[in-house]
C-alpha cells in the first residue's frame, strides 16, 4: 500500500493555465507538507497543515493555494502558472511531535 | 535562521569502499536531523534520523550517522559502499514550530565498478 501518493505524476501546462496537485496519505498522521525541489534539487518548504489548519506558509505567492478537505488530503492548487513554477512538487506528512516526514513520489510540473 | 551545509556537491566512490557524506547544521535549540536518499526521478527515502539519546544512529541498507554537537554535524557513513547506492543525498534539520524540515542542497554519489 502506497503511503503518500500524489497525482498526477507528470503535468505539463500552459502559462496563464490553471492546475491542481492532489495529495493523499493512509498513514493516520496529522500533519501534511507541500516542498518544492527547483532544478537545481534544492528542497524548499512551502506549506505545512495541521489537523486541516495552515501552520506554515513559507512566503509561498497567493497563487498558490493548499486546500485540506480533510487530515488526509492535501491539495495543491496553482493559478496563473508561470514558467518559474516549473519543480518537482512533493508531498508529505508526519505526526507533528515525531518529525520524519514520510514524502510522496512528486509530481513534475512543467510550465511551457 | 535554520540552515544545513552539504559541502560536497559530488562524491565518487569505488565499490566496496567505505563513505562518509558530511552535514553540518546551524539550529539554535537541540536538533532534529535526518538523511534521506533520492534515487533518480523518485521521492525521498528516509535513511535515519536523530532526535535525542545515543550520538551514533543506525538506519537502513547499513547507513549510519553520527551526531557531533561540538561541531555541528550529522555525518553518514558506510563502511561498504554497493553500485545499488548511486543517488542523490539529503541532510535535513527538522526545525521547531510547524514541523517543517530545512534541507541542504544534497550530495551526488556516484558508484565506480
Known amino acids: 500500500d502506497t503511503a503518500v501518493s500524489q497525482t498526477p505524476k507528470y503535468l505539463v501546462t500552459q502559462m496563464g493555465n490553471d492546475k491542481s496537485i492532489k495529495c493523499e496519505q493512509n498513514?493516520?498522521?496529522?500533519?501534511m507538507y507541500w516542498y518544492k525541489q527547483d532544478s537545481k534539487k534544492f528542497l524548499k518548504i512551502m506549506f505545512s497543515?495541521?489537523?486541516?489548519?495552515?501552520?506554515i506558509n513559507e512566503t509561498v505567492p497567493n497563487r498558490f493555494s493548499p486546500k485540506s478537505p480533510d487530515k488526509a488530503h492535501l491539495n495543491l492548487h496553482i493559478n496563473s502558472l508561470e514558467l518559474g513554477d516549473s519543480a518537482v512538487y512533493f508531498c508529505?506528512?508526519?505526526?507533528?511531535?515525531?518529525?520524519?516526514?514520510?514524502f510522496g513520489p512528486g509530481t513534475r510540473l512543467t510550465v511551457l | 535562521a535554520q540552515s544545513v551545509t552539504q559541502p560536497d556537491i559530488h562524491i565518487t566512490v569505488s565499490e566496496g569502499a567505505s563513505l562518509e557524506l558530511r552535514c553540518n547544521y546551524s539550529?539554535?535549540?537541540?536538533?532534529?536531523l535526518f538523511w534521506y536518499v533520492q534515487s533518480p526521478g523518485q521521492g525521498l527515502q528516509l535513511l535515519l534520523k536523530?532526535?535525542?539519546?545515543?550520538?551514533l544512529v543506525q538506519g537502513i541498507k547499513g547507513f549510519e550517522a553520527e551526531f557531533k554537537r561540538s561541531q555541528s554535524s550529522f555525518n553518514l557513513r558506510k563502511p561498504s559502499v554497493h553500485w545499488s547506492d548511486a543517488a542523490e543525498y539529503f541532510c535535513?534539520?527538522?526545525?521547531?514550530?510547524?514541523?517543517?524540515?530545512?534541507f541542504g542542497a544534497g550530495t551526488i554519489l556516484r558508484v565506480k565498478s
Open positions: 508529505a506528512s508526519s505526526q507533528l511531535l515525531g518529525n520524519e516526514q514520510f
Open positions: 539550529y539554535g535549540a537541540t536538533p532534529y
Open positions: 536523530y532526535f535525542s539519546g545515543d550520538t
Open positions: 498513514l493516520g498522521h496529522d500533519t
Open positions: 535535513a534539520v527538522g526545525a521547531g514550530y510547524g514541523n517543517k524540515l530545512v
Open positions: 497543515y495541521n489537523n486541516k489548519e495552515l501552520i
